[in-house]
């Protein structure tokens, strides 16, 4: 049994693989990071487009409107239409 574990300690041939391990292992992690960095730029440019579009439809904007821009706003904290009213 000493023998065995002596003649594994003194193996050296599996050190390139674990080398060549290692480094794709490093290269992955740093293309998931750069691949996780623009997704989320994606999604925080994709949730301001939402975010705006709710924006402008809860104000009542839109961008072909040629309708008057009614809106609610906020009088001793009871919510009332206002606008230019035609």
Known sequence: MRELLKK?????????VSS??????T???IGCIVGLTSVSYAV???????AQACDHSYNGESA???QHNYYLTSSKGQPELAGDGG
């Open 8 to 16: 594994l300690i003194q193996d050296e041939s599996g050190i390139i």
């Open 20 to 25: 060549e391990i290692v480094l794709v292992g």
């Open 27 to 29: 290269i992955l992690v």
């Open 64 to 66: 072909n409107s040629t």
């Open 44 to 50: 925080n440019n994709e949730l301001n487009d939402v």
